[in-house]
């Protein structure tokens, strides 16, 4: 039976309100008495109950909503690629009047859903996500505040009580979501093709929104109460607001503890400690849950048995991975890089860009470190490959115990007499993610990345080269660029890069290897470019950084450019150059590259990645590659971007400034962008 159609209106019967007329609050038995009148929620639950259901209705709504935009986008790739596969000329260009609608539809949301705003200053507290995201949430807010306010007018003492308990059911409303919104294995996920990760933002401002609830279910209650001298009675006779106060804490301490600053001082430390405070919250609200509301404990026993869920098969996926565990070929290169290779035998598929759950016992016994995975399953004899960074902790180590590139490249009776490389056990958990459309189903692809960005970016390019010479895609085109601080970085892919050009060529797919070289002092030595440019570099303050027209820079730990915050060029280091490497942001104006497109030999590097690649100093222009690129298309471009966030957002607004002034599939010929970017963020 459907309560909420008998319950009684709120707010329409003035004559029945409760108030104090009468009361003797000085008399102790008079007061506890119009308190327990104030406290009797019976028809307030009721209400309470409805409006959270009310919640859930629009939530599975919107989620229905996405699993079927969803469903059509994967039925009209896969549609392209049978297309391509039959022959078909331009089979990524919409050919009907319906597959033409839906493109202009689709163009016009994504022009403002792309637009991200990068802060003004540096900021370790807060990252501006992009706008589709804030729109989102913002109906999401609101939705939940009208929940709030509708039909919420209860005359009387009685008030604030009202607003106080509507408030709480929809706070305990909240948690089911906020679990289906972290967990690794979820239905949202599952049906809205995002992955778990991509939710996190999501999962994090569910919580901020539960935080508010609570404060706004905390703060009416109180205030109804000291309207009439009564919040020493309560909190005095009654459990529920000192158990109240404690979940209260525990949900703000969750809250804060996600900050971006305490977040990132150890990864290890955060999961565990947030895992243990979400527990002790959860146990601290089924304590504070009233009797006279039972049923709202059906909210916390859900979130429990979707976590279950989840921790039993990612348990069993574990060890189905590891029944025979891999052992992990570590090999350090330039840049302070160590490049993982795992042969393990029970993962053989996942989607490009896939991450997985890294775990060396020997360098960290309860480390999991998450890993983009490099490689696709058709290269590397389908051995896992992974590309990290040293920074500290777990992937310091990495790099501590990896054997030199160097002595790769020598011959093998030399490895073995200079050190023997070692392996150590590797164990596996996912992959996940992967959620990304599929780029050989596009005319054109554009990817572009930015230092270690590039474990995402290159198995896209593996990906469509492997499946190109064994059948024909719709792919035509492909622009590959890679922002690097130094050329010796190169060696990082440099075999993939020309295997995979050489495939691509092979299949008659045209492709543009683009690598600009930010910080090298090869890029300026007896050079003519320095003095065409004005950019000249005193290296004997460090590394040749050249900078023009920066914008304020970003707290990302992988970098594009090294500035200070406060200078325009190269010529304005001092004595002290900063110890933190920052990025900048703006897109340059179509002039020469800063110092030098031409780059001398060194470390045997260059002339094999030269023979296939274009090597160019200073910061890529985004505008000009991309309005280049989408000139040539004659069918939807696919544009995939990895890096830090002063580049994501770079590309994202580069990409809705083209979508805008083309007059993408308005009438102009102008054909559709598809944008994806990955962070370095978890």
Request: neutral net charge.
């Amino acid at each position: 039976m459907d309560t909420s159609m008998s319950m009684p209106a709120m707010g329409d019967d003035s004559s029945s309100a409760l108030n104090s007329s009468g009361v003797d609050f000085s008399n102790d038995t008079q007061a506890m008495d119009f308190l327990g009148e104030i406290l009797d929620d019976s028809d307030l639950q009721i209400s309470g109950n409805a409006f959270a259901r009310h919640f859930w209705y629009g939530v599975v709504i919107v989620i229905g909503i996405a699993a079927i935009f969803n469903m059509v986008q994967m039925a009209i790739l896969k549609l392209r690629i049978r297309a391509a596969a039959a022959n078909a000329t331009r089979p990524a260009k919409p050919s009907n009047i319906i597959s033409k609608s839906l493109a202009t539809i689709t163009a016009i949301l994504r022009e403002g859903s792309y637009l991200q705003f990068t802060p003004t200053r540096r900021t370790f507290w807060l990252k501006v996500p992009p706008l589709g995201t804030i729109s989102l949430l913002l109906a999401y807010l609101g939705f939940v505040l009208a929940l709030e306010f509708i039909d919420n007018d209860v005359p009387g003492a009685q008030h604030y009580q009202a607003l106080g308990i509507r408030a709480a059911w929809l706070a305990v409303a909240q948690v089911p979501l906020l679990i289906l919104l972290a967990a690794k294995h979820n239905l949202i996920g599952l049906v809205t093709g995002v992955s778990y990760e991509r939710l996190n933002v999501l999962h994090r401002w569910v919580s901020r929104v539960l935080l508010l609830l609570a404060t706004l279910h905390l703060g009416y209650q109180n205030y109804g109460w000291s309207l009439y001298g009564l919040v020493h009675m309560e909190w005095s006779t009654d459990s529920c607001p000192p158990t109240g106060i404690a979940a209260y804490a525990i949900l703000l301490w969750l809250n804060l503890s996600t900050l971006a600053p305490f977040r990132n001082l150890s990864y290890e430390f955060f999961v565990i400690q947030h895992l243990i405070t979400f527990f002790g919250f959860i146990i601290a609200i089924m304590i504070h849950l009233p009797s006279t509301a039972l049923y709202s404990r059906v909210y916390i026993y859900i979130p429990i048995a979707l976590y279950i869920v989840d921790r039993l098969i990612r348990i069993l996926r574990f060890a189905y991975n590891n029944i025979h565990p891999g052992r992990a070929t570590l090999t350090a290169f330039e840049g302070g890089v160590t490049k993982i290779r795992v042969p393990i035998k029970h993962v053989q598929k996942w989607r490009p860009g896939a991450h997985v759950l890294l775990k060396v016992p020997r360098l960290g016994f309860i480390q999991s470190h998450p890993a983009t995975i490099a490689s696709v399953p058709s290269s590397h004899n389908n051995d896992l490959v992974f590309i990290l960074k040293a920074h500290k902790g777990f992937t310091n180590r990495l790099l501590t115990s990896a054997t030199s590139s160097t002595a790769t490249l020598l011959p093998r009776t030399q490895q073995d007499a200079i050190a023997p490389q070692q392996t150590h056990t590797a164990l596996i958990e996912g992959p996940y993610g992967g959620s990304h459309a599929d780029f050989a189903a596009f005319d054109t692809v554009f990817l572009i990345a930015g230092s270690t960005g590039v474990t995402f970016i290159l198995p896209q390019l593996l990906d469509i080269a492997h499946r190109a010479s064994s059948q024909r895609l719709p792919v035509r085109r492909i622009e590959f660029v890679w922002v690097i601080k130094n050329s010796s970085w190169t060696s990082w892919i440099s075999e993939e890069l020309s295997g995979a050009v050489a495939q691509l060529r092979a299949s008659g797919i045209d492709v543009e290897i683009r690598i600009f070289v930010t910080c090298d002092g090869a890029f300026t030595e007896s050079s003519d470019a320095t003095k065409k440019t004005g950019c000249q570099c005193d290296k004997s303050l460090g590394p040749c950084c050249c900078v023009r027209n920066s914008l304020p820079p970003t707290d990302d730990a992988d970098t594009l450019n090294e500035s200070r915050p406060d200078s325009t060029s190269s010529t304005d280091l001092d004595e002290n150059p900063p110890a933190i490497p920052t990025i900048t942001t703006a897109i340059p104006p179509p002039n020469p590259p800063c110092c030098s497109n031409k780059m001398k030999q060194k470390n045997n590097t260059a002339p094999t990645i030269s023979s296939f690649a274009s090597l160019i100093s200073g910061r890529p222009p985004i505008s000009d590659l991309l309005w280049k690129t989408l000139s040539r298309a004659e069918g939807e471009t696919g544009v995939a971007v990895c890096g830090p966030l002063g580049l994501n957002a770079t590309v994202r607004m580069a990409v809705a400034e083209m979508s805008n002034e083309r007059g993408v599939h308005k009438g102009t010929g102008a054909q559709g962008i598809y944008l994806h970017a990955e962070g370095f963020c978890w």
